[in-house]
């Protein structure tokens, strides 16, 4: 079936360290991912996309991964800073173009 | 920087009363979309519009409610009979050529 989990539902890092986030996928049809950021109140803001072509997509502070072998995605945050606590979501779009979200991972930066 | 607008921010309603909620996509993108996320939950899918016409629904998306672009800017999701469990926030997404997908800030609707 079609489905997107993530492993760990909150993390903690120390400002300054870097942050793996991690999502695991089921479709292997799926050919494009996205990682979005939700802060509270907020919608889903856009970070970091990456298609089924390629295996790593650097941005600004921001790495995705994305390993087809085992169907799992990473999103490396660099200087985790306080402004990136939020709750991070991975997204699949499974043949057509909706997305299907995973449950999300809530980051905590501390100071 | 263009975005996606939604309103109102929070709409209340009573049980069988229609609700409208408003999108204004992004203005060059073609394909817009409507999620929802119950509270504590994830983001779920709702339909897809490109076209003038839906493209896909999810079973979420049933005879209760419909969407409609009654003009070149706006977007809008009716629900024609609300239930208790319709409560959720309502994301609408646009995006030029249907990859990337910009969110709304969302409308929180609350059926009493």
């Known amino acids: 079936g079609e489905s997107v989990g993530l492993h760990l539902p909150t993390l903690s890092v120390q400002e300054g360290d870097n942050s793996i986030i991690n999502c695991a996928y089921s479709?292997?049809?799926?050919?494009?991912f996205i990682w979005y950021k939700q802060e509270s109140g907020k919608g889903p803001q856009f970070i970091i996309d990456?298609?089924?072509?390629?295996d790593k997509r650097q941005g600004q502070r921001v790495t995705v991964l994305l390993n087809k072998t085992v169907k799992h995605l990473s999103l490396q945050i660099a200087a985790t800073q306080p402004g990136d606590s939020a709750v991070y979501f991975c997204?699949?779009?499974?043949?057509?173009?909706?997305?299907?979200f995973g449950t999300g991972t809530r980051l905590q930066v501390f100071p | 920087e263009p975005e996606v607008t939604q309103t109102p921010s929070h709409q209340v309603t009573q049980m069988g009363q229609e609700v409208i909620l408003r999108c204004v996509p992004i203005s060059n993108h073609l394909y817009f979309y409507w999620y929802r996320q119950i509270l504590g939950q994830k983001v779920e899918f709702l339909v897809s519009?490109?076209?003038?016409?839906?493209?896909?629904k999810s079973e979420i998306f049933d005879d209760q409610f419909s969407v409609e672009r009654p003009d070149g800017s706006n977007f809008t999701l009716k629900i024609r009979s609300t239930k208790l469990e319709d409560s959720a926030m309502y994301f609408c997404?646009?995006?030029?050529?249907?990859?990337?997908?910009?969110f709304g800030p969302g409308t929180r609707l609350t059926v009493l």
């Open positions: 479709n292997s049809a799926s050919d494009y």
């Open positions: 997404a646009s995006s030029e050529i249907a990859d990337t997908q910009y």
């Open positions: 519009f490109y076209n003038n016409e839906i493209s896909e």
């Open positions: 997204a699949e779009t499974p043949i057509t173009d909706k997305l299907i």
């Open positions: 990456i298609r089924s072509n390629m």
